[in-house]
Structure formats: C-alpha cells, structure tokens
C-alpha cells in the first residue's frame, strides 16, 4: 500500500481561496496531475477529484522533497496512531 503524507497549506480560512497541496510522493502527485487511476489509492484519488471539481475549491497539487514535509509526516503519523487507538477500544 502506498503511504504518503499530504501537507494543505492555504493562506485565507474561507473555502473559496487557493489551496496547495503537497506531497513527497510523486507517484501521488503525478497520478492527480494525469488523472491517472492507482489501484492501491483509488479511494483517496476519487476524493481528490471531487473535491477537484468542486467550484468552491481551487487546489494545486505540488511535489516537495520528503525532507521539507517531515513536520507534516510526524503530525500525520500521530493522528493515525491516535485513531487506530480509537477504532480498537470500540
């Protein structure tokens, strides 16, 4: 399964701005560009593009070295780890 960390950085707090999105996976980012399907991450690909299509939401998808999202890697591991604690108790 493809495991990546997807970082929003937007400027203004109202859905109708510009929103970035990057990725240190290229193979993510390349697939959203292209629009091309990935069997291991078609769930999150189709959610993508309809948020994509969304005329409130004006997103751009960029790649950045996994260096420069290490931050938003941790915070991403964390809040995986918290929810995965969840779904067990219940």
């Known amino acids: ?3 990546t960390t ?3 950085v937007t400027g203004a707090h109202d859905l109708s701005s510009s929103i970035r999105v990057e990725s240190d996976s290229s193979l993510l980012i390349n697939a959203i560009k292209r629009k091309e399907p ?3 991450i078609h ?3 189709s959610d993508i593009a309809m ?3 969304h005329p409130s939401f004006n997103l751009s998808f960029h790649w950045i070295p996994r260096i420069q999202n290490v931050v938003a ?3 991403a591991k964390e809040a995986l780890s ?3 604690g969840v ?3 219940t």
């Open 82 to 84: 918290m929810v995965e």
């Open 73 to 75: 890697d941790s915070l």
């Open 1 to 3: 399964m493809l495991k």
């Open 6 to 8: 997807v970082t929003i």
């Open 87 to 89: 779904m067990t108790l």
């Open 38 to 40: 990935l069997s291991e």
């Open 51 to 53: 948020l994509s299509s």
């Open 43 to 45: 769930g999150v690909l």
